[in-house]
């Protein structure tokens, strides 16, 4: 959905295809794609056709933009996706390394999942992350999230299997 949310020190905002360079510096960063999904972006064009892919109409799915309000730059990305089967909204989120360990993926995340609370019924959030991502579960749980069960994802690319943790939280 479009939306345009603000945090103590963030902008929250729908990606457009010119934020393409700014996200290339997470999605081509390495150490960023460790546990992402996605195989590493090799050239910022390729992210330009990832964002311009986006469904900001999309009622079922908040894809957005981390921007640190005082500077106005992009930082990284994130969003919550609901899945009718399960009943369940599932989060996901990146940003750049160098804004690792500052608090803005826990401080988004709660502005999002607070923005989509107050539209629609969320019964239930769920996170999956790699179980050495010990930075993705501390977000989890600083969101409120416990340990559910275990699983295991892929890339996209089928280029490596990763056994996963999964938390949730109840509403």
């Known amino acids: 959905m479009r939306v345009n949310i603000e945090t103590e020190r963030l902008i929250l905002r729908n990606l457009e ?3 393409y360079e700014a996200a290339f510096k997470w999605c081509g960063d390495p150490k960023v794609n460790t546990y992402m ?21 999309d009622p079922n799915s ?5 921007v640190i309000k005082e500077t106005g730059e992009l930082i990284g990305s994130g969003g919550i996706i609901y899945n009718p089967e399960c009943d369940v909204w599932v989060v996901g989120y990146n940003i750049r390394a160098d804004k690792w ?3 803005y993926v826990p401080e988004a995340m709660q502005g999002l999942i607070n923005h989509v609370r107050k539209t629609r019924k969320i019964n239930a959030i769920e996170g999956k992350f790699a179980e050495e ?6 977000v989890m749980e600083k969101l409120g999230m416990h340990y559910d069960r275990d699983g295991e994802y892929e890339k996209l690319d089928g280029s490596k299997r990763f056994k996963a943790k999964i938390y949730r939280r109840e509403f």
């Open 62 to 66: 908040y894809d957005v933009g981390f």
């Open 37 to 57: 999904i996605y195989p590493l972006y090799k050239c910022a064009e390729d992210v330009k056709i990832w964002i311009e892919s986006l469904n900001p109409d």
């Open 101 to 103: 360990g500052n608090g």
């Open 17 to 19: 295809p010119n934020d």
């Open 133 to 138: 991502n010990h930075k993705s579960k501390r």
